[in-house]
């Protein structure tokens, strides 16, 4: 056992592996997987960040939009953060994050559902009494 470790530090001493170029020797497997993690991983995620970025500071009124709920719409106002949305049927107020694609321009949105008459299908709120009288 002791004859292992006298051989170990005769080696380091007699000139193999010593010194500074021992040491970054040994450090370059590390810094190549930090590297190549880098541009797999942290670059892409960037540029994909930066277009997405780009992409809700561009959007103007009139704009077809898919939400992140999966509704279509049309941008009908835009007031800094705050987005006024036609989606078919109604109106809603939404904030730009909520916005997952605009549309190429010219693309048609999809047509509100109709019912089996065609004629475009009415919300109703039904309240029901819910006392026991």
Request: hydrophobic fraction near 45%; charged fraction near 25%.
């Amino acid at each position: 056992m002791f004859s292992t470790k006298a051989y170990a530090m005769g080696q380091a001493a007699a000139g193999g592996e010593a010194g500074p170029m021992g040491m970054i020797g040994s450090l370059a497997p590390i810094f190549l997987i930090i590297l190549v993690f880098y541009f797999l991983m942290i670059r892409p995620q960037q540029k994909q960040a930066r277009r997405r970025r780009d992409m809700l500071s561009a959007i103007k009124k009139d704009d077809a939009i898919l939400t992140s709920s999966g509704m279509y719409g049309r941008i009908l106002e835009v007031d800094g953060d705050n987005l006024l949305v036609d989606l078919g049927e109604f109106k809603a107020c939404m904030v730009r994050s909520a916005i997952s694609t605009v549309l190429p321009a010219g693309q048609k949105l999809p047509l509100p559902m109709r019912g089996k008459s065609g004629k475009k299908k009415e919300a109703r709120i039904v309240e029901e009494d819910d006392s026991d009288a």
